[in-house]
T-cell receptor, first 113, second 115 residues
Framework: GAVVSQHPSRVICKSGTSVKIECRSL??????MFWYRQFPKQSLMLMAT?????????EQGVEKDKFLINHASLTLSTLTVTSAHPEDSSFYIC?????????FGAGTRLSVL | AQSVTQPDIHITVSEGASLELRCNYS??????LFWYVQSPGQGLQLLLK??????LVQGIKGFEAEFKRSQSSFNLRKPSVHWSDAAEYFC?????????????FGTGTRLQVTL
């Protein structure tokens, strides 16, 4: 149980385009999901907390207009990187919360050319 | 604000040897504590958690961790390491926000296993 699916696993895009990443809880409902960013050989940095039916809460320093989060249902949250630039290239990981525990997706490797 | 320190960036052990990964936390109340493991290019898998009760917690893959309030520590142990345990290990402390536990991660410890 507690499986989180993240799609796509890898995406390459041109600078200036937008990319959408999906995070789904497959066998449970998640009121709250989280989005993280991980730089090579570093820890996870929380970007935002996604709550179903309400606006996401962004961490300090995270541009909410660049990283759009939508949590339209109890099983799906999406992160859209708008007008992506090479500095947005990173590993993005989502998690879904159940019973005080976060269950993680497999991550999305974004490369912006 | 909570924080987590993992003093060891990289540890190498021989297969079959015992393992201890250190984790110290800073948190004003009773913490929720977690250990996660990450294989290269993958997401995080929960190894074990501590919410309350017995301070020695058992997890998956033969791992265990002990919560020591007096030392603000939550060290991860395994009596005999397997080559497949090579990965990055993250300790995290959670702060309950009313709907979920918001995590702060340590910087991670990379475990290398020699045959």
């Amino acid at each position: 149980g507690a499986v989180v699916s993240q799609h796509p696993s890898r995406v390459i895009c041109k600078s200036g385009t937008s990319v959408k990443i999906e995070c789904r809880s497959l066998d449970f409902q998640a009121t709250t999901m989280f989005w993280y960013r991980q730089f090579p050989k570093q820890s996870l940095m929380l970007m935002a907390t996604s709550n179903e039916g309400s606006k996401a809460t962004y961490e300090q320093g995270v541009e909410k207009d660049k990283f759009l989060i939508n949590h339209a249902s109890l099983t799906l949250s999406t992160l859209t990187v708008t007008s992506a630039h090479p500095e947005d290239s990173s590993f993005y990981i989502c998690s879904a919360s159940q019973g005080g525990i976060q269950y993680f997706g497999a991550g999305t490797r974004l490369s912006v050319l | 604000a909570q924080s987590v320190t993992q003093p060891d960036i990289h540890i190498t052990v021989s297969e079959g040897a015992s393992l201890e990964l250190r984790c110290n936390y800073s948190y004003g109340a009773t913490p929720y504590l977690f250990w996660y493991v990450q294989s290269p290019g993958q997401g995080l898998q929960l190894l074990l958690k501590y919410f309350s009760g017995d301070t020695l917690v058992q997890g998956i893959k033969g791992f265990e961790a002990e919560f020591k309030r007096s030392q603000s520590s939550f060290n991860l142990r395994k009596p005999s390491v397997h080559w497949s345990d090579a990965a990055e290990y993250f300790c995290a402390v959670g702060r309950y926000t009313g709907t979920a536990s918001k995590l702060t991660f340590g910087t991670g410890t990379r475990l290398q296993v020699t045959l």
